[in-house]
């Protein structure tokens, strides 16, 4: 949710710090499996120039208050929802529905 763009006690119902209170009361990360323990640390696993990590912060700061205003977070949501649903869809159709992973099927 906070890569949503949810604010650290952002949320329906306070949704972010349950869900955080949740993680840690179940053991926090290090009891994550370990594509999820990777998941987390591909930024330090494969570490930036400096360069290009003030290109993306600079980038992230001048475009993420207007893409976050109505109507652009419509249009930007919508179009990556649908995005995501057609690479779903495709590998589905290549896998003819069979999978040996389990993170795929939970994540549709």
């Known amino acids: 949710m906070r890569i949503l763009g949810e604010r ?7 949704a ?7 993680i840690q009361d179940h ?3 290090t009891r994550i ?14 570490p930036h120039p400096l360069l290009q990590d003030m290109i993306w912060d ?3 700061i001048l475009t993420e208050p207007l893409l976050t205003r109505w109507p652009f ?9 649908q995005i995501t649903m057609n690479h ?4 589905d159709e290549n896998s003819r529905y069979i999978t040996n992973g389990f993170v795929e099927k939970k994540m549709e």
């Not at 977070?73 to 929802?81: C, G, H, I, P, S």
């Open 8 to 14: 650290p006690n952002g949320g329906q119902d306070n």
């Open 16 to 22: 972010c710090a349950r869900a955080r209170k949740w």
């Open 27 to 29: 053991g926090g990360v």
């Open 33 to 46: 499996p370990s594509w999820g323990k990777i998941w987390l640390s591909e930024d330090l696993y494969y």
């Open 58 to 60: 600079s980038l992230y």
């Open 73 to 81: 977070n419509k249009l930007v949501r919508e179009r990556a929802l």
């Open 88 to 91: 779903i869809h495709y590998e």
